[in-house]
């Protein structure tokens, strides 16, 4: 099983839908939890960090749940400039060492 | 105001050849990274040095060594460039001290291309 899985899409949405992608992590001693965004030959961008308590951002709101280890991210109102890949980012160990894992990311695709 | 910059951007070489990739944060972060994206898109990690101080080396071919100077800098030189090594070599810096929680910052990327 790989250490941060994501399914690769990509999703296709019409602007204004609600589109959710979830990251699932095999590592339950897992403390921090990020989605990054990248654009097409750039470089990634944090879009957000996810909390326990989960959080929200303007559109954007993400959870997790530790109990099935994985973290998810919601997308409301999709604009045109929502299309990009999304990766998910786990840091699998507590603290001290700063390994953050990336995930294969989830493409989408905002169609207007 | 560049947070995290690297140098050069493009760099196209011929096998064999010997090339480097200079790093530079001025977040005042003490922990950076090397991460290479390869043509699937996936980001793996190679380096992560903290206060100067290798800490991860993940399996990366002895081709590959970093250096970091201080701790606002990570260079890192390739040896005999294979065909293979062709990716984007991204740069990252994060804050320790807030423990693993601090997320990454990344440089904008070096696209290599050894032909």
């Known amino acids: 099983r790989k250490e941060v899985e994501q399914d690769p899409g990509p999703f296709n949405v019409p602007e204004g839908a609600t589109v959710a992608f979830n990251c699932t992590y095999s590592?339950?001693?897992?403390?921090?939890f990020f989605w990054y965004r990248q654009d097409c030959r750039k470089e990634p961008k944090l879009l957000m960090s996810?909390?326990?308590s989960g959080n929200e951002d303007g559109r954007f709101t993400a959870q997790l749940n530790r109990a099935s280890q994985y973290i998810s991210l919601l997308i409301r109102d999709s604009k045109l400039s929502d299309s990009a890949t999304y990766l998910c980012v786990v840091n699998p160990v507590p603290s001290g060492t700063y390994k953050y894992i990336f995930g294969t990311g989830t493409r989408l695709k905002v169609l207007a | 105001d560049t947070a995290v910059s690297q140098t050069p951007k493009y760099l196209v070489t011929q096998m064999g050849n010997d090339k480097s990739i200079k790093c530079e944060q001025n977040?005042?972060?003490?922990?950076m990274y090397w991460y290479k994206q390869d043509s699937k898109k996936f980001l793996k990690i190679m380096f992560s040095?903290?206060?100067?101080?290798?800490?991860i080396n993940e399996t990366v071919p002895n081709r590959f060594s970093p250096k970091s100077p201080d701790k606002a800098h990570l260079n890192l030189h390739i040896n005999s460039l294979e065909l293979g090594d062709s990716a984007v070599y991204f740069c990252?810096?994060?804050?320790?001290?807030?423990?693993?929680?601090?997320?990454?910052?990344f440089g904008n990327g070096t696209r290599l291309t050894v032909t």
């Open positions: 040095y903290n206060n100067k101080e290798l800490i």
């Open positions: 590592n339950s001693a897992s403390q921090s």
């Open positions: 990252a810096s994060s804050r320790a001290g807030t423990g693993s929680r601090s997320p990454l910052h």
């Open positions: 996810v909390y326990s």
């Open positions: 977040l005042g972060h003490d922990t």
